[in-house]
């Protein structure tokens, strides 16, 4: 993949003469994704605060180079602490094949006194740790906010590798696999109010639509709340976030604030899982058009769409509603416990028609545990009503089913590929005739890796070591004849999920 070439604002380069902890902080996937996650802001600006410490970050794709940092092309070895933020199953082979080029030892046993000691955490691993522990040597389970300050204190206070390790396995939320001490319990930070935020955030000097502008273009990330009121029982963030917390009004104008005075952009990008859960949701976007700033909420739920909030959005610049259906009838809908109903998506779809919005995009699932074939013929039928009150594009986006660990469907297997195959097929002819309309799908191959990886356990690390060395689609494929291991059935085998899981021990 070509090097791009980047210049950003609101770096922080120190000379390292002067610190005691050197800490590469590590995207596995482009600069673009991960400078769109908050994570990165915030634990950059957050560990850069303090004076003994120099945080640079890595990105595997579009950078100078994998192994050299953004700030100063510092190689990855170099650090004391190297930390993943996995957002996504698959870019473990991502992670695996940035330690590997940068000399560092991939199987975390086999690391040395003077090597980094790798970290990592992420809604991924705080579900389930157990395919990647062969690779790292601790993990953050839950927030990390906190944690991390206290894992570079335990660098900083020990005389060596395994006494850092040591010290690190007494703290909660941080699972050290080679000294076990179970069970690990999340990590959760009650007051959102007293959590630092980041108001200096990097922004990429690029034109607009470049390859390197962050999802929501240069905007500060403010991050609304985090958990969900929700609890819907396949989704990973209304079970291991609970519970759901928000910041105040008043604190969260105080980080818009400040932010806009310290980062160069006139746009707001609201992080949380569901914006219109905030009481003032709506008086915050005022607030924020009165002040002439942008705005991007990417997260509404349906039902808690209004006339207003939709007006409001559109001034401050957004034309694309996001809805998630789920699924097409509101009998599945209800066993998932999303609790919202056909009428409520309907009223939503309408009000933006009246409002005048541009598009609409509304996310389903596929394959879903107690699903029939009329779910998904409702899905059409669903498409149809939206495309009879909207006059703008319609994207139905239909993904198939994950099944996530530490969730109430972690026992529900995946369906064969196959299947999944002829539910897309039966879809896409439902909809191919539907005006306006056009179906987006992930590769069910690609579902059926995450499914694997999500509910597997730790001799998933023998497969992930090969298919790092091929990369790709083809690499996990030639992994699992390799290694003998049936690593394309583990998330079909109904018979495992009845028995033992193997990430019980996080609580
Ligand atoms: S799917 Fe949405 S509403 Fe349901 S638990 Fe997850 S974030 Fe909350």
Known sequence: ???????????????????????GYCYPSTYRAGMTSLATHLFYSSLNRRKNISCERYFRYDTYSPIRSVETKRHLKDNHLIGFSLSFEEDILHVVQMLSEANIPHIAANRMNEDPIVIMGGPVVSANPCPYELFIDAFVIGEGDLVFHSIADCILNSESRQDALGKMAELQGVYVP???????KRQIMQNLDELFHPTKQIIPDVPEGAKLEPVFGKALLVEVGRGCGHSCKFCLVGHICRPRRLRSFEKLKEIITKGIN????????????TLGDLPEFEQLVEWCIERDLEISAPSLRADSISRKSLDLLMQGGQRTLTIAPETGSSRLRNILGKGLTDEAILKAVKLAADAKWYSIKLYFIIGLPYEDEKDILAITNLSKQIAEIFPGKITISANPFVPKANTRFERNAQSPIYIIREKIRTLEQGINNIPRVTVETLDPR???????????????GEIIKIAASYGGLGGWRRAEKETGLPFFAI????????????????Q
């Open 491 to 506: 998330a079909n085998n109904r018979e495992r999920l009845k028995g033992p899981l193997p990430w019980k021990f996080i």
């Open 1 to 23: 993949m070509g090097k791009l070439s980047l210049t950003e604002i609101n770096t922080v380069v120190k000379d390292i003469r002067d610190v005691d902890v050197l800490i």
């Open 262 to 273: 310290e980062t160069p952009v006139r746009k707001v990008a609201f992080i949380a899982p």
């Open 178 to 184: 080679s000294i076990k001490k179970q069970p690990i």
């Open 446 to 460: 690609h579902a059926r890796i995450q499914a694997s990886l999500s509910l597997g356990d730790k001799k998933m």
